[in-house]
């Protein structure tokens, strides 16, 4: 279990935003509670490991995100909601949030008087910014910036992309979403790109990835090698394999998956023949080395960019398909095809039923379940248990400072 180093001071917003509900508590402490709540959702099915903590707990966050409003005083105001309500809590800078990202924002607040952009007005509906997001990444030190507006309409857009990069040259890339809803819904579905190629590029665990301004990417780095490790030590890929990525996204974990495959097939190869093995792409030219993946999401611009990322990979084996991923598995059952492994990391509200029934029928030797809420995660084990038997859980603490807690478990058929 990791210990923080030189603690900060408690958050200053502490009182009113909503973003950290654990700032009482000393690190130590949140990792205890984190690992308990696991081990008690859990206790029917064994003991978890040690929950793999941060050493320094801070700015880690490298996606962050702004509302815009105006006060009484006619003065900018940007930052987060107060908790249970629409007032917005003004924040020059947070804590679990990259600093850069911050800056960013900071930036944007003093730039707006300049160049006459009005922040949105919930009540009114009068105005322009809506938000702000801004994502980089910490292999690649990309910036991508997306500037939601409730209409298409931008005062001085050029001016202000011009200067908004001169203040910040780390800036890659700049987005304009369109969001007129009068909703709580943060994005639209219009998308223009106002400087640079309008995606981010980053390396993690050897694998390359393209990041699109509305894809899902995990928003801690560092602790993102760990769960991913976790998952692909539980997977123990030998070559081969067929591999199920179902909830893929962009592909990550399963493409992560095939490159470290890679990787120690060619170490293996090398050792064999004395250190003379291939090198660079030599992954590329090995097919019959690589196991078959199939990844399976239904949103159809994650799908892209999974695709994307296994042809920049060298995947000739992976491919990404747009469907229901219960529906998918249903298909491949009833063909009689099956899956050595299935990777499933499902959002917070977990899988829906149908998905487990088709899960039980496809039944693949082993299943690496990853959740964002071990809460329902175990109400998911339940549809699967009389099937297979739980080897591992492994909690990772990848949102410090709040109750989110990710869990890694491992799944073997039982052959009775």
Not at 15 to 38: D, N
Not at 226 to 249: P, Q, S
Not at 327 to 339: C, I, S, T
Request: net charge positive.
């Amino acid at each position: 279990m990791s210990q923080q180093v030189n603690a900060l001071p408690r958050c200053p917003y502490e009182k009113w935003c909503g973003g950290c509900s654990m700032q009482r508590l000393p690190y130590s402490e949140q990792l205890k509670m984190k690992e308990k709540q696991v081990a008690d959702l859990l206790k029917n099915y064994g003991r978890p490991e040690p929950i793999l903590g941060m050493n320094f707990p801070y700015y880690y966050r490298n996606k962050a995100h702004a509302v815009f409003g105006g006060s009484l005083g006619g003065k900018i105001v940007c930052g987060s909601y107060e908790r249970g309500s629409h007032r917005i809590v003004n924040i020059d800078q947070c804590q679990i949030e990259d600093r850069a990202c911050d800056q960013v924002i900071a930036s944007v607040r003093e730039l707006l008087p300049s160049f006459r952009v009005e922040p949105y007005n919930e009540d009114t509906g009068r105005g322009c910014l809506r938000h702000i997001i801004v994502r980089r990444t910490v292999d690649q030190g990309q910036i991508m910036v997306i500037l939601v507006t409730a209409q298409p309409t931008f005062p001085s857009r050029r001016n202000f992309v011009s200067a908004l990069k001169k203040a910040h040259p780390n800036i890659t890339t700049i987005l304009q979403n369109i969001n007129g809803q009068s909703t709580s819904v943060l994005l639209g579905e219009r998308y223009e790109v106002l400087c640079g190629p309008g995606y981010l590029e980053d390396r993690l665990m050897g694998a390359r990835f393209r990041i699109s301004p509305g894809a899902f990417y995990q928003v801690n780095s560092q602790q993102t090698r760990k769960l991913y490790r976790l998952a692909i030590e539980m997977a123990d890929l030998k070559g081969k394999e067929r591999v199920l990525d179902a909830y893929c996204g962009t592909g990550t974990i399963g493409i992560a998956a095939a490159v470290d495959l890679a990787r120690r097939s060619q170490e293996q190869r090398k050792k064999a023949e004395g250190g003379a093995g291939r090198q660079g792409r030599w992954y590329r030219e090995q097919e019959e080395d690589q196991m078959e993946l199939i990844g399976v999401e239904c949103n159809p611009a994650a799908v892209r960019d999974a695709r994307i990322n296994a042809r920049v990979n060298g995947l000739k084996r992976a491919r990404f398909v747009v469907a229901d991923a219960g529906a998918f598995m249903l298909a491949e059952a009833e063909a009689g095809r099956n899956f050595d492994l299935v990777f499933m990391d499902p959002p917070r509200a977990g899988s829906t039923e149908e998905f487990l029934l088709a899960l039980r029928r496809l039944a693949p030797e082993k299943i690496v379940y990853i959740s964002c809420d071990p809460k329902t995660q175990a109400r998911d084990l339940r549809y699967l248990d009389s099937d297979y038997v739980i080897r591992r859980i492994a909690p990772v603490d990848m949102f410090p400072f709040t109750d989110g807690i990710e869990n890694v478990v491992l799944l073997e058929r039982a052959h009775l």
